[in-house]
């Protein structure tokens, strides 16, 4: 598929449909590919396309918008959720890129491979559903659906919701009930619950990298980066002001967030980040019914629909209803 | 100094020991990603991570740090500094690149003006640093000198052997650690010494595999900032930077800080935390910020490491080839790529 989208890439250059691509360039590792503008036919020969092209491009296209002429950007299924809700909210331009809707057969996840104990590595190779780990150490032959981010095993499908055209296969690598994290913190005590998140939270760096990475998050300036806030952008001495960060990002990018799982793939400490924006995700299809951010530009988010049969969610309601 | 033996078994043992007298930083798992924490009876230890996630650099130099407090009462305010610390503690299991990490970090806080509070903890720190057996892919250490088998600069080092840890005090402060140990260390015997050898001897043939195995810092270091701060290569290299701080927190030698107040209601916490060059308010002054691009940014941490701090340091890099950057950007950007970015432009320009 690679050859396939690096010609197509060439064509739409040469023809000045487009005057640049946006996609993922070869990394110095074969598990590392980068983010990337390609400004030529040239360029093109360092564009990678595989198992570890999970960084979703949407939100570069914030900034590619603001460049001249079309941008040419490669997006996974899951990645056009993202770029809808971009569009929704009139922080991406349509017309100014020109989308390849690329297949995917879900991507992998280099901590989990590493986590298997596995290090040293020097190639890794095959794929769809099989690859080889090459290391000094030995080699490993390991199940793709083994290692794949945490978003694969939820995969909203393989549709791809806004696109120019489409070129590969997709396939659906849904294999687990989305909810069931959530779920699973729901049932416990307010005392594990506490505990759960103080293990987590507590790990937590301030990076942003979280927050920078989020599609939801595109804020021309967060209110974390102002210096006169006392939960700025930068580690506190307290720990409840670290907690008030994640709380009220995820407030934030409530019924906005189409749950790609950026904020999880790129957490340096591992925290589940995606557990929050679920909890909300669940709680708002409880009440207003299902709904998916970004499924398409044109609907309207339940948050900011009223209607007259609304629920009205709090302590108040709960004891009224019943 | 004499080598010394303890078994794996007796490490728990050991750990209790250190801990009953003072406090025991070492790498602790929690909710699966390990890091330096002090160590108590729950503690799930992993002394055999090779990378913590972030580095060992904590210990002397914490994230953040309350520097001091202003309280308001009637009309009276206090101002109460905090106290530098006077409690002995030990720092275990640092590996080599960390520990040159602080070697980094004692000519910025440690020459004048002296940072107290780092100087505080240097003091009452005692360091056993452990040898690497089994290299990652991101490692570059030797590209900096740096031997993993040998850490240099603590006051004991030990070595991962089979079912044991080889132990060798190299300072006073690793004599009196050796002495606290007392009954859980051996002597070493000759065969644990031959041991030992054959197991440095690979963990540097492993070295001399690894991907960056032949990463040369040839046109880089003190001096070198007109050839490398106008280069075109910045342009392109910067622009998948997601401008997050994630480089620079598991860094063990980035060392800016910022200063901040922290309004609690009755008065104000003044302290100090972890600044990043890549966020938007680092340096931020009066008259505005000196650094107003994402490019500025990107190209000031590789600079400072590479160009800035050598000159400024007797030609001491600001890098030790740790590789968490490699593992830890979520853009997948990283040192070394910089480093060959600009390799293959100058051979390119050369041709």
């Not at chain 1, 909210?89 to 989990?112: F, N, P, Q, S, W």
Request: aromatic share 10%; glycine share 6%.
């Amino acid at each position: 598929m690679q050859e396939q989208l690096i010609n197509r890439a060439k064509e739409l250059l040469a023809d000045g449909t487009v005057v640049r691509v946006l996609g993922w360039r070869r990394g110095d590792m074969d598990y590392n590919p980068e983010v990337a503008y390609f400004n030529s036919a040239d360029e093109l020969s360092d564009f990678v396309y595989n198992g570890f092209c999970g960084a979703n491009l949407s939100k570069y296209m914030i900034e590619a918008s603001k460049l001249e002429g079309k941008t040419l950007v490669f997006l996974k299924p899951c990645d056009t959720y993202s770029f809808n809700q971009l569009l929704t909210e009139h922080r991406v331009d349509r017309d100014k890129a020109y989308i390849i809707g690329v297949g995917c057969r879900g991507k992998l996840d280099i901590e989990k491979i590493k986590a298997k104990g596995i290090t040293g590595i020097t190639a890794i190779t095959g794929g769809p559903d099989q690859i080889k780990v090459s290391t000094i150490y030995g080699d490993h032959d390991i199940d793709c659906k083994d290692v794949r981010l945490e978003r694969c095993h939820v995969c909203k499908g393989k549709e791809h919701r806004v696109f120019d055209e489409v070129i590969g296969e997709s396939v659906d690598t849904r294999d687990a009930d989305r909810m069931a994290g959530v779920e699973a913190i729901e049932a416990m005590s307010p005392a594990e619950k506490f505990a759960f998140f103080q293990a987590e939270l507590s790990k937590c760096i301030r990076c942003n990298a979280c927050r920078n990475v989020c599609p939801a998050c595109s804020c021309r300036k967060c209110v974390f980066d102002s210096t006169k806030f006392d939960s700025a952008q930068k580690a506190n001495t307290t720990s409840f002001e670290e907690k008030m960060f994640h709380i009220i990002r995820a407030f934030h990018v409530a019924g906005r967030c189409t749950d790609c799982g950026e904020c999880s793939r790129v957490c340096p400490q591992g925290i589940p980040l995606h557990l929050f924006n679920r909890k909300f995700i669940k709680d708002i299809n409880e009440l207003y019914g299902d709904y998916q951010a970004g499924e398409s530009a044109d609907q309207r988010a339940p948050l900011v629909n009223y209607t007259f049969e609304d629920a009205e969610p709090g302590i108040v309601s709960e004891r009224g209803s019943k | 100094m004499a080598m010394m033996k303890i078994s794996r078994e007796a490490m728990p043992a050991l750990y209790a020991r250190i801990a009953a007298e003072q406090s025991l930083i070492l790498p602790v798992k929690t909710a699966g990603q390990t890091n330096f924490a002090a160590w108590d009876e729950g503690a799930e230890v992993d002394l055999c991570t090779l990378k913590t996630v972030k580095s060992a650099k904590d210990a002397f130099f914490p994230q953040s740090e309350n520097l001091y407090t202003c309280k308001t009462e009637d009309k009276k305010i206090t101002v109460t500094p905090e106290k530098l610390t006077d409690e002995h503690f030990v720092l275990f299991g640092i590996k080599a690149c960390d520990l040159r990490g602080i070697e980094v970090l004692d000519k910025v806080f440690l020459s004048e003006p002296i940072d107290t509070f780092y100087a505080a903890r240097r003091a009452h720190g005692t360091v056993v640093a452990m040898a690497c057996a089994a290299p990652s892919e991101s490692c570059f250490c030797h590209a900096f000198g740096i031997d993993p088998t040998a850490p240099a600069g603590a006051d004991v080092v030990i070595w991962p052997v089979g079912e044991s840890f080889m132990w060798q005090a190299q300072t006073e402060k690793g004599e009196a650690l050796t002495a606290l140990a007392g009954d859980l260390l051996a002597a070493a015997e000759a065969a644990d010494e031959t041991a030992l050898e054959e197991a440095r001897t690979f963990t540097k043939t492993v070295m001399a595999k690894l991907p960056y195995a032949d990463l040369s810092l040839e046109g880089w270091g003190a001096g070198k900032t007109d050839e490398k701060f106008n280069s075109p290569v910045w342009d392109t290299l910067y622009k998948g930077c997601l401008a997050c701080g994630t480089c620079t927190f598991v860094c063990p030698t980035c060392q800016c800080y910022d200063i901040k107040d922290y309004t609690t209601g009755a008065g104000v916490q003044r302290f100090r935390c972890w600044d990043s060059c890549m966020y938007s308010d680092f340096t931020m002054m009066a008259h505005g910020n000196n650094r107003t691009s994402q490019v500025q940014r990107f190209r000031q941490r590789f600079m400072h490491k590479l160009v800035y701090f050598p000159t400024n340091n007797d030609g001491m890099f600001s890098c030790v080839g740790c590789g968490r950057c490699v593992d830890k950007c979520p853009a997948s950007l990283n040192i070394v790529k910089v480093i060959r970015a600009f390799e293959k432009a100058e051979k390119g320009e050369t041709k």
